[in-house]
């Protein structure tokens, strides 16, 4: 009998939620450390808010998240949660206090690209924990949970963090010093992760060669890879492209806090969303549901006043957080990956999701440079997302099949 039977699922420890909350932390500090250079770019004295460095300050951590998530993701396969996770926050920790030590736009950029590789080393962590801890009806729901830590963590560092900023020249410097101590105290904690439920998962570890070579194999994981760059591809340069527009009907402050409404969507969305998928033991439809009403949302906010950018903040972001976790949901499931692969999975498909990080902002430039028109570049988001539509629908459904994923491994 799998992990993933009801039977089994009534047995596991209590020790899941403590496990995932510990991971829950990391996740919300690791995307506070990186988002939070948005709102600090003006109390930076060496980073223009408005010049190409600052877009690069925001970007260079994809860079080491880019090219250490799929060998992360092989290691935690074949090393397992702990050790993975410790070398990760390790990471983290002596990046964000580089990144308040910096002093010019170079030491910046740097200690940005080695935060990113702290970030691909803890990256492929959540779903392999996911995977071998939680019970079939209870994935999508877990996998909801640790996404909206992401979601927090941008929001807290763009609104609350922001507000609580002291006054002086170098006070920008106490919020990086901040999360790298809370990044510390996640460390500590760390070392009392379990790897897995002994008695129900015979096997939970998988050679390198094996692990890359069945994610690779799997035609299923390129289509979410596929999917994940087109998504990532709207998502992050959509952020970074409505915030000039919101700061010129409600000024930069009340810009801020709009943005970060996308995060506060995005989280209610984490919650509720994978809850509702776990239930109707469909993961498609509410893929395809959130793209479609995604759509219409980013070409209207171009157009309307101050509530209208208030409530439709909300709806992507909200959209954004039915996305993020079911299709994170979908490779736990998939036969082939299971538990087994599934660090691998996720880092392969964050490595080509990523890429969509780096080309989205840049096609978009390029495109409202030469029309002149902020909404041309919003067209060409959308047909992103319409090609994100096609490949939803080549998807097979995986609802209420993770059992079926590890067969091969029993």
């Known amino acids: 009998m799998g992990l993933y039977s009801e039977k089994n699922h009534s047995e596991l420890s209590s020790a899941r939620w403590r496990m995932l909350a510990i991971c829950w932390f990391a996740i919300f500090f690791m995307y506070s450390s990186w988002y939070v250079i948005l709102v600090l770019e003006g109390p930076i004295p060496f980073i223009d808010g408005a010049s190409f460095e600052s877009y690069l300050i925001w970007t260079f951590p994809l860079v080491g998240l880019t090219c250490m998530a799929l060998p992360a993701g092989l290691l935690v396969d074949k090393w397992g949660l702990k050790k993975i996770g410790i070398l990760g926050l390790s990471i983290l920790v002596i990046t964000t206090v580089c990144r308040g030590l910096s002093y010019d736009f170079l030491t910046m950029a740097l200690s940005s690209i080695f935060l990113g590789v702290g970030i691909g080393v803890m990256f492929p962590i959540g779903g392999k924990l996911v995977s071998l801890w939680f019970g079939e009806k209870e994935i999508g729901t877990a996998?909801?949970?640790?996404?909206?830590?992401?979601?927090?963590?941008?929001?807290?560092?763009?609104?609350?963090?922001?507000?609580?900023?002291?006054?002086?020249?170098?006070?920008?410097?106490?919020?990086?010093?901040?999360?790298?101590?809370?990044?510390?105290?996640?460390?500590?904690?760390?070392?009392?992760?379990?790897?897995?439920?002994?008695?129900?998962?015979?096997?939970?570890?998988?050679?390198?060669?094996?692990?890359?070579?069945?994610?690779?194999?799997?035609?299923?994981?390129?289509?979410?890879?596929?999917?994940?760059?087109?998504?990532?591809?709207?998502?992050?340069?959509?952020?970074?492209?409505?915030h000039p527009i919101f700061e010129v009907q409600m000024g930069k402050t009340l810009a801020d806090l709009a943005i970060s409404m996308v995060s506060y969507g995005a989280m209610v969305a984490n919650v509720i969303m994978p809850l509702l998928s776990?239930?109707?033991?469909?993961?498609?439809?509410?893929?395809?549901m959130a793209?479609?009403?995604?759509?219409?949302?980013?070409?209207?906010?171009?157009f309307v006043g101050e509530i209208g950018i208030w409530i439709l903040s909300f709806i992507i972001g909200y959209m954004v957080g039915t996305i993020a976790p079911i299709a994170a949901t979908i490779p736990i499931e998939l036969k082939g990956v299971g538990h087994l692969y599934i660090a691998g999975a996720s880092g392969f498909m964050t490595t080509i999701g990523r890429i969509g990080g780096f080309i989205g902002p840049m096609i978009y430039i390029f495109i409202t440079a030469s029309t002149g028109m902020e909404i041309s570049g919003f067209i060409f988001l959308s047909i992103l997302l319409l090609v994100g539509i096609i490949l939803v629908k080549l998807l097979p459904e995986t609802a209420g099949k993770a059992s079926e994923a590890i067969i091969e491994f029993k």
């Open 143 to 242: 996998s909801g949970i640790r996404v909206m830590a992401a979601g927090l963590g941008i929001a807290m560092s763009q609104s609350v963090f922001v507000l609580l900023l002291p006054p002086g020249p170098e006070s920008w410097r106490y919020i990086f010093f901040f999360n790298a101590f809370c990044l510390l105290i996640i460390l500590f904690l760390w070392f009392f992760i379990k790897e897995k439920p002994v008695s129900f998962v015979k096997r939970d570890r998988a050679p390198f060669r094996e692990s890359l070579s069945k994610v690779i194999h799997n035609k299923y994981v390129w289509m979410l890879g596929v999917i994940n760059l087109l998504l990532l591809a709207v998502y992050l340069t959509g952020l970074k492209a409505l």
């Open 291 to 302: 793209i479609i009403v995604l759509i219409p949302s980013l070409l209207l906010i171009n």
């Open 278 to 288: 776990d239930r109707a033991s469909n993961r498609r439809y509410f893929l395809l």
